[in-house]
Nanobody, 122 residues
Framework: VQLAESGGGSVQSGGSLRLSCAASGFTFKKFNMAWFRQAPGKEREEVARFVIEGTIGYADSVKGRFDISKDNAKHTLYLQMNSLKPEDTAMYYC?????????????????WGQGIQVTVSS
């Protein structure tokens, strides 16, 4: 299983970025997928998740601003981030798990990308 994030960078407050997570080595449709982020000195936290049966969930801090989606044909997970704020600055990771017990816990995800930096300046 390989996951590779792209699309990060630096933007000003209010700007937008779209992260992509290209996946390979597994049956894409059979896995639960999520985006997490980790800021310096803070714990890794869930940002958004796409559960197998189609359920989508977001952290309260990003609801209405971020949009998670995926393209099964391209084996790619996306995170569209709008109205970015300085507090969104973090390393962003995509993660996947076949059998998910607690979607909010990073410990429940087996496979991780290498992470990509998102920096939002005020």
């Amino acid at each position: 299983v390989q996951l590779a994030e792209s699309g990060g960078g630096s933007v000003q407050s209010g700007g937008s970025l779209r992260l992509s997570c290209a996946a390979s080595g597994f049956t894409f449709k059979k896995f639960n997928m999520a985006w997490f982020r980790q800021a310096p000195g803070k714990e890794r936290e869930e940002v958004a998740r796409f559960v197998i049966e189609g359920t989508i969930g977001y952290a309260d801090s990003v609801k209405g601003r971020f949009d998670i989606s995926k393209d099964n044909a391209k084996h790619t997970l996306y995170l569209q981030m709008n109205s970015l704020k300085p507090e969104d600055t973090a390393m962003y990771y995509c993660a996947l798990e076949e059998i998910l017990i607690n979607p909010h816990s990073p410990q429940d995800y087996t496979y991780w990308g290498q992470g990509i930096q998102v920096t939002v300046s005020s």
